[in-house]
């Protein structure tokens, strides 16, 4: 047991070593063979400036059922047009104002801010372009053939090999021009633009003269998904229109991750304070085992990597606070066993125990909103559930595994009686 002791302890020593190490301002980027991660904590754009805007959807002309794809298509038109323009970390999310569908951009340290707005704002242009070598002339031009005459776009499975593709169906119109294009083409490449970009350029197997068309290849399914998105977002007719535009400097952001510091440390000095006066050696230890919580949650906020806001702040704050009370609640019930006339150990065995039941159904209260929160709004209110739902997880572990281990560490020394809560 002792043994298992000590090997659980010098493993929470490496863990909170290599937390620490992470969670340093300076720590350097991960990097093993061929993988690269960065190391920093992101900011949002409350912290960083840039600017914020919000589309409406205009879906009266989409059918029902194909709504959510309509508005799935725009999202990714929308990131593509932004990932363009080289923003770092942008946020691009489907949100809800009043019973219409709207998209949620948010673009940290964006400069040009019009630019944006007027390249996110454009109509999806899909186009179908052939092959040319004649004169000068070389490389993919444009047909008459585009997104106007594309009906349908959707996943599909070869019967035979069961490997997925994706088919396409036009209007009477499309059809038509389709079947120009492809005796034009037999055995050549058709490419497929997005936006100015190539997304595909399947060969023309046979001459298709019914409007309906399968693009095959080796596709697994999500890439099979995605590029059925792709080729619904310019042919669903999904209007956008700028309804909100807030600009937030970086001033601003500063300041307040300031504050916000601050009111976290006091907050943590006060908490310390507090345990150590009152529960004395528990309390100091379970003062340790709280700032090794922070590390580790610390250095999942940059390994995930989380976008922090002033929101996200909040929630991190908030979280440290619960974490003290797992230990509040075991010290009380511990208190009580030695009350009772039981030893020291079995007392903490028994207080960690007893009080589990209450941590577990707290936590996991706290975490079932978290998750709420995260699934049903949007924006800064993500941040901060996505922070408090680490801070929760990392918790549980912190005051289950740390706290115990340090405890049971003096349980049975000469420094034994120095854990009697009072």
Do not use: C
């Not at 019967?159 to 088919?167: D, F, I, K, L, M």
């Not at 290849?217 to 977002?233: D, P, W």
């Not at 577990?360 to 978290?370: E, P, V």
């Not at 349980?411 to 120095?418: A, Q, V």
């Amino acid at each position: 047991m002792r043994r298992n002791l000590w090997i659980t302890f010098i493993l929470i020593l490496i863990i909170s070593g290599l937390a620490g190490l992470v969670t340093w301002p300076s720590s350097p980027d991960l990097k093993i063979g061929n993988y690269f991660k960065e190391l920093k904590i992101r900011e949002g754009l409350d912290l960083q400036g840039g600017t914020h805007l919000v589309y409406e959807l205009d879906t009266s002309k989409v059918e029902t059922k194909d709504i959510d794809s309509a508005n799935q298509s725009v999202i990714n038109v929308i990131e593509r047009r932004v990932n363009a323009l080289g923003v770092s970390e942008p946020i691009v999310q489907p949100a809800k104002l009043g019973d219409k569908s709207s998209v949620i951009v948010e673009l940290p340290g964006i400069s040009d801010i019009n630019e944006a707005v007027n390249l996110i704002g454009k109509t999806a242009q899909l186009k179908f372009k052939e092959f040319k070598q004649e004169g000068e002339t070389i490389g993919f031009v444009d047909t008459e053939l585009t997104g106007a005459q594309l009906r349908r776009a959707d996943v599909q499975f070869d019967p035979n090999t069961g490997e997925p593709g994706v088919s396409i169906q036009f209007n009477s119109e499309g059809a038509k021009m389709f079947a120009e294009i492809t005796k034009r083409n037999l055995e050549k490449p058709v490419a497929i633009e997005l936006d100015g970009e190539i997304i595909s350029s399947p060969t023309v197997q046979t001459i298709i003269e019914n409007g309906e068309a399968s693009i095959t290849g080796k596709f697994s399914v999500e890439e099979a998904k995605k590029l059925a998105i792709e080729l619904n977002a310019g042919a669903l007719p999904v209007p956008i229109k700028l309804v909100e535009q807030r600009n937030v400097g970086a001033t601003l952001g500063t300041e307040s991750v300031q504050k916000s510091l601050a009111a976290g440390l006091i907050g943590l000095a006060l908490i310390a304070i507090f345990m150590i006066a009152y529960y004395k050696l528990p309390g100091f230890l379970a003062v340790l085992a709280l700032i090794i919580y922070m590390l580790i949650t610390l250095a999942l906020f940059k390994l995930i990597p989380v976008t922090l806001t002033l929101a996200g702040i909040a929630g991190f704050i908030l979280s440290v606070g619960m974490a003290v009370d797992a230990n509040i609640l075991i010290f009380e019930r511990t208190k009580e066993e030695l009350n009772a006339g039981k030893s020291i150990g079995t007392s903490f065995e028994e207080g960690f125990k007893r009080a589990w039941t209450s941590i577990r159904d707290s936590n996991a209260s706290s975490l079932i909103t978290a998750v709420i929160l995260y699934y049903f709004t949007s924006g800064l209110v993500k941040g901060f559930a996505v922070t408090l739902a680490l801070g929760i997880l990392v918790s549980v572990f912190t005051a289950i595994t740390v706290s115990r281990t340090l405890l049971r560490l003096f349980i049975g020394t000469r420094f034994e009686k120095m854990l009697i809560i009072k």
